[in-house]
């Protein structure tokens, strides 16, 4: 038995975001099963049984029975059940400054959220700002100041926490719609798009194409902010370098090329993640440096 997560589409779901990085970076097992938005039907209607009372995503159904939904309430429960991992800071005066800052994101912020909904696939240029979003990215970046002050860095509260997780999809939105904030601030939002859990939701994001048109925005598209991405690309037939699926260790069925040869995967899901950004894959780069 293992946890498993329920979350919403890779490209746009913030809150699954959230979700999925209290696994991700941390290292904790799970299994995720991904809800679509736009299937014709309600989030609460495709939930299974057993985690239906959640109603939305995240939700997680522990391996003990355990149904938890709301990001925080993952979060802490997460904290609770495995102490060693990291979620919180150990230190009590960095786990108050994470904590106070991670609810305040979970509270607040209403015209970023509103005004620029989380698109990880594209970025946009010449964004109108209004005095509601101007004060939420003020408060923003003095509450991110205020934090690297005091716990000196890298992350929010030194090492990365719970609050660096909430914060995560407002670094996609800053680098998404080119929102202006400080050289520090955006030292930060890069911190983000360089961290290999959220690079690797991204990726998700590109091998689940739906474009859903309620979040598509009438903006100039720029490139996106992030790291630069090594070339990959899709081939349909092998011979593959490996015999094995370095994600599953099933025999390969679908074929991408990098770094000059070609490499296999056991389902398009696989195939497609990897080649959106293969370097943010550590089972794949294993494989690929211990292949002669």
Known sequence: ?????????????TWSLRGWL??????????????????GQTVAEQLTDDVKIARTVPCVALKDGAVVWDSMAIGEELASRHPDAGLWPKEPKMRALARSLAAEMHSGFTALRTQCPMNVRLAYSDVPIDDALDADLARLQDIWHYALDVSGGPWLAGEYSIADAFFAPVAGRIAGFSLPVSERCM?????????GPFRRWRSMGFAKPDVLP?????????PWPGPALADAEVVDTGPAANELCPYSGKPVTHFLTYAGRTWGVCNAFCRDKTVADPEAWPAFMKMVQATP
């Open 187 to 195: 030292d930060y939002v890069q911190r983000h798009l360089n961290h």
């Open 1 to 13: 038995m293992t946890d498993i997560l329920y979350i919403g589409d890779y490209a746009y779901s």
């Open 22 to 39: 209290f696994f991700d970076a941390f290292g904790l097992s799970k299994k995720t099963i991904m809800v679509p938005f736009g299937e």
């Open 214 to 222: 309620w979040y598509v925005q009438p903006y100039e598209t720029v």
